[in-house]
């Protein structure tokens, strides 16, 4: 039971019946919880949205919807047209109207909250829209990063949101597999294997002088010895390429999965160019006049659809740009059948959006149905300084490096608590702190409290009451009523966010909870409380750890029982 979608449902219903409004399109209602609580439960500044297109005084069109909506919720509840969970709607000011929803209808909710375990928060607003997340992408050459990192909470994030909120989500990593890259890795192995055998090498300009690269090279070397000296050196190459290839791959899957991140698909960008995809790709294109040949290379018309300027996607000498791999791999996106393609990029990508979203118009697909979430820059800090190197290996601090300094649940949590296109300053002693000032512990020990009410309710052999048999009247303080009423909040907290693709509401949503339960918690007792009243409470602590293990389950987070 969702009461804002309720409410929102009624005020447009309401509205709809006005002679003043007849055929005129209405904007969407806005509720907002009102600063103080003397203004009621839910507020809306609709009645004054609607005064210029209906020619009429704010406040008269707020009078007439709150005198609807007040007739309808004095009917009885059994009415087909009542309003159950409505007390009063109030006109305030130049027309805002004030909604009080009923202490009864609370406790039905609560009911409700309670019987529903961790499926508390799930909706349907997604409608089953097939939505592909690709996230992360790294390319195989070395260990994920802290910016890989904030990518693969957020993207894990999202995904589990989305699903909360009805939609049918796969989850995608592209490996960059193909191109420079992965012969850069395949020559500094080559040159660090023959290092390790003895020889005088020159490193490759553009290679990887990562410890990591020394490591593989010497695995080699356990497993081989001379041999790949014996080679052809094309030979070897190609060998070294497939080995590292794997390798690093393999580290890849463990790092995200000691994460907490999996992915349903990986997609190779090889395999678009082994199986013909690119060129075909630029065959459709150009048959339908939106690449062109000039100065013997292959253009893409990118203009046409709003870019700066078109786009080489052939060069001059036959090899494919970067691009097209890109149009190739998002022609295939689209050809699965997602209905919405959201891809998760770094900061370093944005001049690359307009480009993708440009091939995928010419592919003949709404670009509307590629987003493209930017992630900002991390910075790590400690002690109050600018984290920039690894104590350990003198080069970035990987991702291995901050779950084993902050732990896992921390490093989530903070990744995601801030928006995708706000800089991340990370403040590694917070995240190792066991106090109130950061905020997963907050939120976890508030669970752990939780779970310790049960285990004393079990050691002095009392029954959880099954929801909707305590006497949830009882509960009366305003400790209690802010608590339900920000619990009941929780679907459309996970239908707004999903939709505005911001987990990170759903970090402050559960910071919010937290908070109002231990404030509850200082100011109620529970076991050894009257039993009406303990019965209740009971009920009411059973409902907030289904708020919070679900929440926490959106962002990847664990609900400890102890901590």
């Given at each position: 039971?969702?009461?804002k979608e309720l ?9 709809a ?23 009621g ?7 004054m949205?609607?005064?210029r ?5 704010p ?6 919807l709150?005198a ?9 509840r ?7 969970w409505?007390?009063e709607?109030?006109?305030a000011g ?16 609560l ?6 375990g ?20 790294a390319?195989?050459t070395?260990?994920l990063?802290v910016?890989h ?13 989305l ?15 193909a ?13 660090r294997?023959r290092?390790?055998l003895g ?24 497993q081989?010895?001379?041999?790949y ?33 999996t ?6 960008e ?9 060129a ?12 062109y ?9 990118s203009?046409?659809?709003?870019d ?6 052939i ?9 097209a791999?890109?149009i ?8 699965r059948?997602?209905d ?10 944005h ?7 440009a ?11 590629l ?22 290996t ?36 917070l ?16 669970h ?27 509960l ?15 679907p ?9 693709r ?10 919010e909870?937290?908070?109002?339960f231990?404030?509850f ?7 050894g ?18 708020t919070l ?5 959106i ?9």
């Amino acid at each position: 039971m969702n009461v804002k979608e309720l409410l929102a449902g009624a005020i447009t219903e309401a509205a709809a019946g006005l002679e003043a409004l007849a055929g005129k399109e209405l904007p969407a209602v806005m509720l907002e919880v009102p600063p103080q609580k003397e203004f009621g439960d839910f507020a809306t500044n609709f009645a004054m949205q609607l005064a210029r297109p209906a020619r009429q005084n704010p406040r008269a069109l707020a009078d007439a919807l709150a005198a609807r909506l007040n007739e309808r919720a004095a009917l009885d509840r059994q009415a087909p047209a009542a309003l159950p969970w409505l007390a009063e709607a109030r006109v305030a000011g130049p027309g805002f109207i004030n909604f009080y929803l009923r202490p009864d209808w609370l406790y039905a909710l609560l009911a409700d909250i309670a019987a529903a375990g961790t499926d508390w928060g799930r909706t349907a607003s997604g409608g089953g829209e097939r939505v592909q997340v690709e996230f992360v992408s790294a390319n195989p050459t070395g260990p994920l990063h802290v910016g890989h990192g904030r990518g693969a909470a957020v993207g894990s994030a999202l995904a589990n949101l989305l699903r909360a909120a009805g939609y049918d989500v796969a989850t995608e990593f592209y490996i960059n597999d193909a191109g420079n890259q992965i012969d850069n890795l395949a020559a500094s192995v080559d040159a660090r294997y023959r290092e390790l055998l003895g020889q005088q090498v020159a490193f490759p300009e553009d290679g990887y002088h990562g410890a990591d690269i020394v490591e593989t090279a010497r695995r080699i070397v356990e497993q081989a010895g001379t041999r790949y000296l014996l080679i052809d050196p094309a030979e070897r190459l190609k060998v070294f390429k497939e080995l590292a290839r794997e390798e690093k791959l393999a580290l890849l899957r463990e790092d995200l999965e000691a994460f907490g991140v999996t992915f349903d698909v990986w997609f190779s960008e090889r395999t678009l160019h082994e199986a013909g995809a690119i060129a075909d790709t630029c065959r459709v294109l150009q048959a339908s006049g939106h690449m062109y040949e000039k100065d013997g290379a292959l253009w893409l018309k990118s203009t046409v659809y709003g870019d700066d300027k078109d786009r080489v996607v052939i060069r001059d000498n036959g090899v494919p740009t970067y691009l097209a791999a890109d149009i190739a791999y998002h022609r295939d996106k689209f050809a699965r059948g997602f209905d919405r393609v959201i891809n998760i990029w770094g900061a370093d990508h944005h001049g690359y959006i307009s480009r993708v979203k440009a091939a995928v118009a010419a592919l003949g697909y709404d670009p509307e149905h590629l987003e493209v979430l930017i992630l900002q820059m991390v910075n790590l800090y400690q002690h109050g300084e600018l984290v920039k190197m690894s104590k350990r290996t003198g080069q970035g601090v990987t991702l291995s490096e901050l779950i084993e300094e902050v732990g896992r649940d921390a490093a989530r949590f903070f990744f995601i608590m801030r928006s995708t296109d706000s800089q991340l300053d990370f403040d590694l002693d917070l995240a190792k702190s066991r106090t109130n000032e950061n905020p997963v512990f907050y939120i976890q020990y508030a669970h752990a409290r939780i779970a310790s009410i049960f285990r004393q309710a079990e050691e002095a052999g009392l029954a959880v009451p099954a929801p909707g048999e305590a006497p949830l009247a009882a509960l009366a303080s305003e400790w209690e009523i802010d608590l339900i009423k920000k619990l009941g909040e929780f679907p459309d907290e996970v239908s707004s966010a999903a939709r505005e693709r911001a987990p990170h509401h759903i970090a402050r949503y559960a910071h919010e909870v937290a908070a109002l339960f231990h404030s509850f918690y200082n100011q109620c007792r529970v076991i050894g409380a009257p039993p009406d009243v303990q019965a209740a409470r009971l009920t009411l602590v059973t409902a907030v750890q289904n708020t919070l293990r679900a929440a926490l389950a959106i962002l990847g987070v664990d609900a400890p029982d102890k901590m």
